[in-house]
């Protein structure tokens, strides 16, 4: 049986069907709305404009399985999916990716290994699953694997269908500096005294002005507040 020939719904409830996905490269990720890894939506979104036009489908698959992450109805996860990160890629309907009621479609995906070589359930939301064109799945990356990674981004390049190069300006992370490691503090470079600092400065004229008195039988504020009680 194809991984095309599973049956599962939009996130609105029609029928999505993943023949539409046929000849192209498709990262499948099981999505959460209230984890700690939400953030790799952007992420997502990010990759998915990068290579869209040389054939990547990014497909989010929400799931509440981990931590109940994902309680949201379907207009909510899509409204939450729309307003935050702009999503624009395709979203299924919540299933369950583990477990006696997992989706049929995460029974064929779980039999992939991941690069250390085991297979089996996922661990936690944003786990992601490439397949190739030609309906493989050919690599399989763990939760804490950021969509952008440069070894998934390879991956996505290698089996998309339209070849091409990296495109410019490619914004990965930028590696920390190896000459300061984790943790480490800074020192600042030694404080120089300006020298307009020894310049004299000229002193202002202390210009005298009058003081009004209060009218006869009216008391200033500050007469008022001097003479109150203690």
Same mark, same amino acid.
């Not at 999505?16 to 959460?32: G, P, Q, S, W």
């Not at 992370?173 to 470079?189: D, H, S």
């Given at each position: 049986?194809?991984?095309? !020939? ?5 996130? !609105? ?13 498709? @990262? ?29 489908? $990014?497909?989010? $698959? ?12 379907? &207009? ?19 299933? =369950? $990716? ?12 779980? !039999?992939?290994?991941? %690069? ?13 699953? @490439? ?6 799945? $050919?690599?399989?990356?763990? %939760? ?16 998309? %269908?339209? %070849?091409?190069?990296?495109? =410019? ?33 000229? =002193?202002?004229?202390?210009? =005298? ?14 007469? &008022?507040?001097?003479?109150?009680? &203690?």
């Amino acid at each position: 049986m194809s991984i095309y !020939d599973h049956q599962i719904n939009r996130l !609105d409830g029609s029928p999505l069907d993943l023949h539409d996905y046929e000849d192209k490269a498709l @990262l499948i990720v099981n999505v959460a709305s209230k984890c700690g890894l939400t953030p790799q939506y952007a992420s997502l979104q990010k990759l998915y404009e990068t290579y869209a036009e040389r054939g990547l489908v $990014v497909l989010g $698959v929400p799931c509440d399985q981990f931590g109940g992450q994902e309680p949201g109805t379907p &207009r909510e996860i899509a409204d939450f999916c729309e307003v935050n990160f702009g999503i624009t890629f395709p979203i299924t309907e919540k299933v =369950e $990716v583990n477990g006696p009621d997992r989706h049929e479609l995460f029974e064929k995906l779980t !039999d992939t290994p991941d %690069p250390d070589g085991t297979a089996g359930d996922l661990r936690w939301n944003f786990e992601k699953f @490439l397949v190739e064109p030609s309906g493989s799945v $050919v690599a399989r990356f763990r %939760p804490l694997t950021d969509p952008l990674a440069p070894d998934l981004v390879a991956a996505v390049e290698q089996h998309l %269908p339209e %070849p091409g190069s990296l495109p =410019e300006p490619w914004s990965l992370p930028e590696a920390v500096p190896a000459t300061a490691p984790f943790g480490a503090v800074q020192t600042p470079a030694a404080w120089e005294r300006p020298a307009s600092w020894d310049q004299p400065v000229a =002193e202002a004229p202390v210009v =005298e002005a009058p003081v009004a008195e209060a009218p006869v039988g009216r008391r200033g504020l500050l007469s &008022r507040w001097a003479r109150r009680p &203690r």
